[in-house]
């Protein structure tokens, strides 16, 4: 599988996402169903340049929804909780948008 593939997204606008990221030095990356541990943690390592202590990995439940009489099902996703190393970060891009809503 392709490393631009395997991460999909970083899951940044989460209060759980917050407190990991500045307590534990955890990051919360949505990632592509069929992804392993193993290749969750190149694909941060190479996109990131950072070193990966460890990787979580757990299936979210994908949620029912409705509109008028009609029922779906929103599709199963997986999320990685990967550790980095002491004193690395992985920049999100997150800062600049919470520095504009101040003003």
Do not use: C
């Not at 990685?80 to 101040?102: M, R």
């Amino acid at each position: 599988m392709q490393i631009e593939r395997i991460i999909r997204r970083p899951l940044v606008l989460t209060e759980k996402g917050n407190a990991l990221r500045e307590g534990e030095n955890k990051y919360l990356f949505e990632v592509a169903r069929d992804a392993n541990k193993q290749e969750i943690k190149l694909a941060v390592e190479t996109l990131f340049k950072v070193s990966v202590v460890g990787v979580n990995t757990l299936i979210v439940r994908g949620r029912l929804s409705r509109m008028g009489r009609g029922h779906a099902k929103r599709q199963n996703w997986k999320k990685a909780i990967v550790q980095v190393k002491a004193g690395e970060t992985i920049d999100l891009g997150g800062s600049a948008a919470e520095e504009g809503s101040e003003g």
